[in-house]
């Protein structure tokens, strides 16, 4: 008869990796159609316009932009906006360059001839 106890259950337990929950994409990040923007458990965050929620909670979205993230009557929402279109260094050169020229404005006098 032996006269340790039996290590069964106690060496069974395996080391299992973490699930990398989180915030995956930040504000203000450009995004794409199906990229996650946030892995929770429960609903910390809620899905605003743009994004979906799905049923482990994961935030994806929708469609492309730029991510916001606000609070509405005290629930934490994320969104996807329209981005706005990026000017280009060469189009602010441009842009510069019209301004900065002064615009001349034609005058048109008007004759008037008096009948005889």
């Given at each position: 008869m032996a006269h340790t106890k039996s290590?069964?259950?106690?060496?069974?337990?395996?080391?299992?990796?973490?699930?990398?929950?989180?915030?995956?994409?930040?504000?203000?990040?450009?995004?794409?159609?199906?990229?996650?923007?946030?892995?929770?458990?429960?609903?910390?965050?809620?899905?605003?316009?743009?994004?979906?929620?799905?049923?482990d909670f994961t935030i994806?979205?929708?469609?492309?932009?730029?991510?916001?993230?606000?609070?509405?009557?005290?629930?934490?929402?994320?969104?996807?906006?329209?981005?706005?279109?990026?000017?280009?260094?060469?189009?602010?050169?441009?842009?510069?360059?019209?301004?900065?020229?002064?615009?001349?404005?034609?005058?048109?006098?008007?004759?008037?001839?008096?009948?005889?």
């Amino acid at each position: 008869m032996a006269h340790t106890k039996s290590q069964g259950k106690t060496n069974q337990k395996s080391n299992r990796p973490g699930q990398r929950r989180g915030v995956k994409k930040f504000g203000d990040q450009k995004i794409t159609v199906g990229q996650i923007i946030i892995r929770q458990v429960g609903s910390k965050f809620h899905s605003g316009v743009g994004t979906k929620a799905g049923k482990d909670f994961t935030i994806y979205a929708m469609r492309p932009g730029v991510v916001k993230f606000f609070t509405k009557l005290g629930k934490k929402f994320v969104s996807v906006v329209k981005a706005k279109p990026a000017v280009k260094k060469t189009d602010k050169k441009v842009i510069e360059k019209v301004i900065e020229k002064p615009i001349k404005k034609t005058v048109k006098k008007s004759v008037s001839v008096a009948k005889a």
